[in-house]
């Protein structure tokens, strides 16, 4: 069992920026792949993007591809969103998940799941 927990959300203004954590606890966080979604009020959930368990490869989707940045921290067991050029239309809760995959960056299978943190993004 993996637990996953995310903060760092808030209000930005448009233009602004802003770093998610996702702190993991369980299994040592090297074993996964990990992945961040993003779900807004009446629209279906985003694959975000995800990265490889070891860090050596990331894919992004096409929406947030130049702005958005993933990173990991094995040793800290932590994952990291950083959220630069932020718009209003990444307003969503953000959650970060967990896959056993874990050499696919740009699969959208995950096998644990966080609690989300919300990012609100003002024009």
């Known amino acids: 069992q993996v637990q996953l927990v995310e903060s760092g959300g808030g209000l930005v203004q448009a233009g602004g920026s802003l770093r998610l954590s996702c702190a993991a606890s369980?299994?040592?966080?090297?074993?996964?792949?990990m992945k961040w979604f993003r779900q807004a009020p009446g629209k279906e959930r985003e694959f975000v993007g995800g990265?490889?368990?070891?860090?050596?490869?990331?894919y992004y989707a096409d929406s947030v591809k130049g702005r958005f940045t993933i990173s990991r921290d094995n040793a800290k067991n932590m994952v990291y969103l950083q959220m630069n050029s932020l718009k209003p239309e990444d307003t969503a809760a953000y959650y970060c998940?967990?896959?056993?995959?874990?050499?696919?960056?740009?699969?959208?299978?995950?096998?644990?799941w966080g609690q989300g943190t919300q990012v609100t993004v003002s024009s």
């Open positions: 998940a967990a896959s056993s995959d874990r050499y696919r960056a740009f699969s959208r299978s995950y096998d644990y």
């Open positions: 990265v490889t368990w070891s860090g050596a490869s990331t």
């Open positions: 369980g299994r040592p966080l090297s074993t996964y792949a």
